[in-house]
Structures are given as C-alpha cells and as structure tokens.
C-alpha cells in the first residue's frame, strides 16, 4: 500500500524537475535574444553616427541672396552651380531668381543646385548718373550696359564745382536719352569749388583781342569792365583774382580795360551772354554777324555755365551772337 502512494509522489516530483528545467532554458534562450537585439541596435545607432545620410531636402533660396543661399545649401550638404540673368527689376540686383531643383524635393548630398542670379536688367535709355562717384557709375554701366552699349569716354571731364570731389555733376547725352546703338558718355566729375591757381595768369598790358584768345585756352569765365581811361591798344590794366590767384565755382574772372583811342567808323562797345547753366564746359562761339561783310570769330571755346561779358569794336548794323556748339543762345545789334 505504501509503494502504491509513493509512485505517484516520484512522478510528480520528476515532472516539476523537468518544467524547471525548460523554463531555465526559456529564460536563457529570452536574454541571449535580447542581448542580440541590443548589440543590433548599437550597430544601428553607431553606423548611422558614423555614416551621412544618403539624401537630403533641397531647401528655398529664391529671393535670398548669393551669399545667403551658399549657407543655406552647406547646411544641407549641397553645392551651387551658379549662373547669371539679366532682369528688369533693378531692385533685385544680386537676388536668387530661381533654383533647380526646386525646394522640398529629395536628392542626394553633395548635389550641385544651379541657381540662377538677378545680374541686374538691361537699359535701353541713359541713366542719371549725376550724384554718383565716377567709380559707382564703371560698375554700374558694366552690370546694366551689356556689349558695350554704353561706354564711358576718355579722358574724364574734371570741372570747378562745390560737390565732393569725384562725384558727376554732368553727362552728355542726357538722362533719358533713348540708345540705339553703341554710345560714348561723356561726364563731367568735380575737382572740388577752387580752380587750381596755375590757370589764373597775368594778362595785365596785354590787349583784350589777346585776353580773350588766352581766356579760351584756358576756359576760364570772364568779365570785362572799362576803367574810364583810354590808350591806343584796349589793353588790360587790372585784373580779379590776381595772377596766382584761385576762382571758386560760379565766379569769373574779372578784367578792367582801357578803351580804344580812334575807332574809326565802327562802335566799341561791351555784351554780355549768360551761358546754359551746366558743370560740363560747353563749346561756347561768339561772333559778329554782318549781312554784307559775313562772320568775324570773337571768341571760341570752352566754358562753363556763367554771365560772361566781353568787349567788342564792331560795324554798325552787324550783331554779335553767342552759340552754344552750333545752337544759338542770344545776339546783340550793334547801332
């Protein structure tokens, strides 16, 4: 009867045995299997820290410019290809037009982006380049002006004024001037308020047909006055400014003369011209018109814009006229 009981007390023993056996290999079989796991995940973790990644997003550089998009594409492992476009929006000088390819799509690191930059838009017209510096107006005719449509002529026109020197205060053709073909601009830049004292000679004892041949070398503006006395010759007897001495822009340089003795049957006489009012010299001619007897050249060359006043002994019935090139400015009748 005891053996009877004892049997089955083994078998259930032997059974229980067993289960722990099994559940131990569950449990190392369950670590050995999370341990797999962990060391994948670190190989995971790891390649990723030590590999880029394959692609990228191409982000928006539209509207930004050079300098700025070049940041934004390295921030995204991409490079610039870069090219040029003329625009008509002069505001977006140097801006990024267009990308391609376009922002959001997926490529991969180190692609090239072409991007297309504003080089500023092609004028048709002369610009006003008057304000500017003679070195922001060579920049400006290089990025607007293309194929040399407008060029600047040398040598540069350097003129008497009161603003800053190396600033344009005049050109030729004049804004708005519409271009159709290749043309030559002609500026005039400032040398600053005084004319350097080297012009300014002495023309005292000399006769006033001679002043006014030198004054027209030199292009210097002039006043004539008569001193009330009279010699043989009309010749100068002072002077403003003195010789070595400057003229401030606007001023002219006055002369005091005698008046001729005999003048036969002509009249002497004094005119005066106020020139165009412009910075740029302007070739300025003053003549004496006679229907019968034709032209006699008084004066001719360069001036500035002034009031200029001049002597003359010319025929009754003739005029004097004053010309700027070839357009006349006013004319006097001489009775």
């Given at each position: 009867?005891l053996n009877f009981f004892k049997k089955p007390h083994q078998d259930v023993q032997a059974q229980i045995a067993a289960n722990k056996g099994l559940a131990f290999k569950y449990i190392v079989l369950a670590a050995f299997g999370s341990m797999v796991i962990m060391l994948m995940t670190a190989a995971i973790i790891s390649f990723a820290r030590i590999q880029p990644l394959d692609d990228?997003?191409?982000?928006?550089?539209?509207?930004?410019?050079?300098?700025?998009?070049?940041?934004?594409?390295?921030?995204?492992?991409?490079?610039?290809?870069?090219?040029?476009?003329?625009?008509?929006?002069l505001y977006d000088e140097g801006l990024i037009l267009s990308q391609s390819p376009q922002s959001g799509i997926h490529v991969k690191v180190g692609r090239n982006i072409t991007l297309i930059?504003?080089?500023?838009?092609?004028?048709?017209?002369?610009?006003?380049?008057?304000?500017?510096?003679?070195?922001?107006?060579?920049?400006?005719?290089?990025?607007?002006?293309?194929?040399?449509?407008?060029?600047?002529?040398?040598?540069?026109?350097?003129?008497?004024?009161?603003?800053?020197?190396?600033?344009?205060?005049?050109?030729?053709?004049?804004?708005?001037?519409?271009?159709?073909?290749?043309?030559?601009?002609?500026?005039?830049?400032?040398?600053?308020?005084?004319?350097?004292?080297?012009?300014?000679?002495?023309?005292?004892?000399?006769?006033?047909?001679?002043?006014?041949?030198?004054?027209?070398?030199?292009?210097?503006?002039?006043?004539?006055?008569?001193?009330?006395?009279?010699?043989?010759?009309?010749?100068?007897?002072?002077?403003?400014?003195?010789?070595?001495?400057?003229?401030?822009?606007?001023?002219?340089?006055?002369?005091?003369?005698?008046?001729?003795?005999?003048?036969?049957?002509?009249?002497?006489?004094?005119?005066?011209?106020?020139?165009?009012?412009?910075?740029?010299?302007?070739?300025?001619?003053?003549?004496?018109?006679?229907?019968?007897?034709?032209?006699?050249?008084?004066?001719?060359?360069?001036?500035?814009?002034?009031?200029?006043?001049?002597?003359?002994?010319?025929?009754?019935?003739?005029?004097?006229?004053?010309?700027?090139?070839?357009?006349?400015?006013?004319?006097?009748?001489?009775?």
């Open positions: 009867m990228t997003i191409v982000p928006s550089v539209v509207g930004l410019s050079l300098t700025e998009a070049m940041l934004v594409l390295q921030e995204h492992n991409l490079t610039a290809a870069i090219e040029t476009r003329f625009s008509e929006n930059v504003n080089r500023g838009n092609v004028v048709n017209i002369v610009e006003d380049f008057t304000g500017f510096t003679l070195n922001e107006v060579r920049s400006r005719i290089n990025i607007a002006y293309a194929g040399g449509q407008l060029q600047i002529e040398e040598p540069i026109v350097y003129v008497i004024s009161d603003r800053p020197v190396g600033t344009v205060v005049g050109q030729s053709p004049s804004p708005d001037t519409q271009l159709t073909g290749p043309t030559s601009l002609r500026l005039s830049v400032s040398r600053g308020n005084i004319l350097p004292s080297q012009n300014i000679a002495s023309y005292i004892g000399l006769t006033y047909v001679q002043t006014l041949a030198l004054l027209a070398e030199a292009g210097i503006p002039f006043n004539f006055v008569s001193s009330g006395n009279h010699d043989n010759n009309a010749t100068v007897v002072s002077q403003s400014p003195a010789s070595g001495g400057a003229l401030s822009y606007g001023q002219v340089l006055t002369l005091v003369i005698n008046e001729p003795n005999n003048v036969g049957n002509r009249i002497f006489g004094f005119v005066e011209f106020t020139l165009p009012d412009s910075p740029l010299p302007l070739p300025i001619r003053i003549i004496e018109h006679h229907p019968n007897l034709g032209d006699l050249e008084l004066f001719s060359g360069e001036l500035p814009g002034a009031t200029i006043r001049l002597p003359y002994l010319a025929t009754p019935g003739s005029q004097i006229i004053a010309f700027s090139g070839t357009t006349p400015l006013a004319s006097h009748a001489v009775d």
